[in-house]
């Protein structure tokens, strides 16, 4: 016997951004699908005699559980987890909306893994989280050594929820520079936690734990508001303006607190909207694309810069991108570390470069660790790059310390 713990991947954006109603019409859509997998999937019933052998319930929310009895090897209650993943890859189609969704599934075994219904749904549970660790859309087997990691997860997600009450954030900065010039105009606003025992930690270390708990709205709202208020006081200070890019979550982008987030941020600091990039990844503005054209558009409107980020990675077309009101295209690092040593990342920029210079949109190339590197993207056209050879993310002071005096930048 077997245990099946199932969780939608994300499903908490499919509510916020299409409503409650279809994030329940698509759960009932879910529970269909997951009853036909189990029941018709060839590789089953080779494994189990009748169709009664299997039972699931939903346990509430997006998580599901599915009980697998008289398996004959361990590794049929994989094959079944496999079709359940396969099945639900398939696109949805709820009120006149294609939804894609993905699950994570956790197996536990009766009676290795648990010789109770609580102990198998506990270990499940763990191993479930195993699969969203390992990229989501797949699924994992118990073992002991997930005790101790599913352990240390309840304790990040505790402390993660008081790291936003005590402001153990930091925001650090990575400058960005004119290719043509070699001056800075701006930098990426980059989430730290400085963590009272573990000390200062990268998003890779917290970052699913802050989308699991709901946390990372949240978290994006105070960075957006950080990096105003230092760059305002930067301002104040009598340092050249420059821009600051921050990242924005899907979360956030297709929630309904981005707009005022941003217009109090502006309003509260006193910030030039044009010294404020929202930076948004191929695959969040591509999820629901009239949508993001929308939002975009507005904030287009309040005078901020917009961009795409990671380009190159995922839907890269002029089709797509000639309709998104933006301003930068951002080129995934991944082509210019092999810029130079490979034939087909570098007609790969220049085609980006064109492509971009064509819609009058800047293009900023990231990842420059090399001079060589720099050179050849100057040569090829692009505007703007960001990377280790420019400067390493930094703390607020120590960036500011970088900028020059605002007179002294006019003068010369």
């Not at 698509?26 to 080779?46: C, G, I, P, T, Y």
């Not at 696109?91 to 075994?109: D, K, L, Y």
């Not at 609580?118 to 969203?132: F, G, I, R, V």
């Not at 100057?378 to 050879?389: F, M």
């Amino acid at each position: 016997m077997a245990t099946l713990f199932l969780d939608l991947d994300r499903f908490k954006v499919i509510n916020d951004t299409l409503g409650h109603n279809v994030g329940d019409l698509l759960l009932k859509s879910v529970a269909d699908r997951l009853a036909e997998s189990v029941r018709h999937s060839d590789s089953v019933s080779r494994s189990v005699e009748k169709e009664e052998n299997y039972s699931f319930a939903r346990l509430g929310g997006d998580e599901f559980t599915v009980l697998l009895t008289n398996l004959r090897e361990v590794h049929d209650a994989g094959k079944v987890a496999r079709r359940i993943v396969e099945a639900m890859a398939k696109p949805f189609s709820i009120e006149g909306n294609e939804i894609f969704v993905t699950v994570s599934v956790g197996i536990a075994i009766f009676p290795v893994d648990g010789d109770s219904v609580d102990a198998l749904l506990k270990n499940a549970d763990s191993a479930m989280y195993h699969a969203k660790e390992e990229g989501r859309n797949n699924f994992q087997f118990y073992s002991n050594t997930l005790n101790a990691a599913a352990n240390e997860r309840l304790i990040l997600e505790g402390e993660l929820r008081h790291a936003v009450d005590r402001e153990e954030f930091v925001v650090f900065y990575q400058p960005q520079i004119d290719l043509r010039t070699g001056g800075i105009i701006g930098a990426e606003a980059l989430l730290r936690w400085q963590h009272p025992q573990r000390g200062l930690l990268h998003p890779a270390d917290f970052l699913l734990a802050a989308m699991d708990t709901g946390l990372i709205r949240a978290i994006d709202e105070w960075v957006l508001r950080t990096a105003c208020r230092h760059n305002q006081t930067w301002q104040q200070r009598g340092k050249m303006p420059v821009c600051i890019s921050v990242n924005v979550s899907n979360s956030l982008f297709h929630g309904n607190t981005l707009l005022s987030v941003v217009a109090e941020a502006l309003s509260q600091t006193g910030l030039t909207p044009a010294c404020l990039e929202l930076e948004l990844t191929e695959s969040i503005a591509m999820r629901n694309v009239d949508a993001s054209i929308v939002m975009l558009t507005t904030l287009k409107a309040m005078g901020v810069l917009l961009s795409i980020d990671d380009f190159g990675t995922g839907y890269s077309s002029l089709s797509y991108l000639q309709r998104l009101p933006i301003n930068i295209v951002k080129i995934d690092q991944s082509f210019i570390q092999d810029i130079l040593t490979q034939a087909r990342p570098a007609p790969i920029v220049r085609a980006i470069i064109a492509m971009a210079h064509s819609l009058n949109l800047l293009v900023l190339a990231e990842g420059v660790e090399q001079e060589a590197q720099r050179t050849l993207l100057l040569e090829q056209g692009c505007d703007q790059a960001q990377g280790y050879l420019f400067g390493r993310p930094m703390p607020a002071d120590a960036f500011a310390a970088l900028l020059p005096l605002a007179h002294l930048h006019k003068a010369g």
